[in-house]
């Protein structure tokens, strides 16, 4: 009986996923977006690159550490990272590794080519 009170705190992170918070923003240079066959640029002063670091702002917590390969959706590069937005998954490549995050679609709506950048 004791033996499953002393494992009880190590199996807990276990079946939660191990959510970790990021501690990253968008660095302020431009970015590439590749949508649908479009590829275009979002500059820092812009309106998108804006909304997209409010985003990632409100959602520090909640990512998980993940080692699977994902088809390219909604791409966003910048030099040192990528940004995979896939249905109601987005993916964040980054110096600390590869994490993932649930997104609702309405959230990157607003990242097209259309936009104006």
Not at 56 to 67: F, I
């Amino acid at each position: 009986m004791r033996l499953r009170w002393f494992l009880a705190p190590l199996l807990v992170p276990m079946l939660m996923g191990c959510q970790t918070s990021l501690d990253w923003s968008l660095p302020n240079e431009p970015l590439k977006l590749d949508r649908g066959g479009q590829t275009c640029t979002i500059s820092p002063s812009s309106r998108q690159f804006k909304d997209l670091s409010d985003w990632l702002a409100k959602n520090r917590s909640g990512w998980s550490s993940s080692p699977a390969s994902y088809v390219p959706a909604v791409m966003v590069r910048g030099s040192n990272f990528s940004m995979n937005f896939v249905n109601s998954l987005v993916v964040v490549n980054y110096q600390r590794g590869q994490f993932t995050h649930e997104v609702s679609p309405s959230d990157y709506a607003f990242l097209t080519c259309s936009a104006g950048t």
